[in-house]
């Protein structure tokens, strides 16, 4: 990772509706890809409880981009595109 660039980060929802409603599985998802693709300086993952948007769930942002109703489908194209900006940011292959 560059120094001069920041950790993309990557904030996944905890309250007990999103929680429940997928984004436990989307949580271990998340960090198998992170581990998988050799993201870990270059992402910075963290939880937050309950942001207020319960229905619209289940929610997380990527940096600071909020994401709504994340299925397992919709994730793995966040994860795509996460893994091309990465190495485009950080300049990786």
């Known amino acids: 990772m560059n120094p001069n660039q920041s950790p993309i980060e990557i904030v996944v929802c905890l309250g007990s509706s999103c929680f429940a409603r997928g984004n436990s599985q989307n949580l271990a998802t998340i960090n198998a890809y992170v581990q998988s693709h050799g993201l870990n300086a270059s ?6 409880l309950c942001q207020d948007e319960c229905m619209q769930g289940p929610n997380l942002s990527i940096d600071g981009e909020v994401h709504h109703g994340v299925t397992a489908a ?20």
């Open 43 to 48: 992402t910075h993952l963290t939880g937050k």
């Open 74 to 93: 919709k994730l793995r194209e966040l994860l795509e595109q996460l893994g091309q900006t990465t190495r485009g940011r950080h300049g990786t292959a």
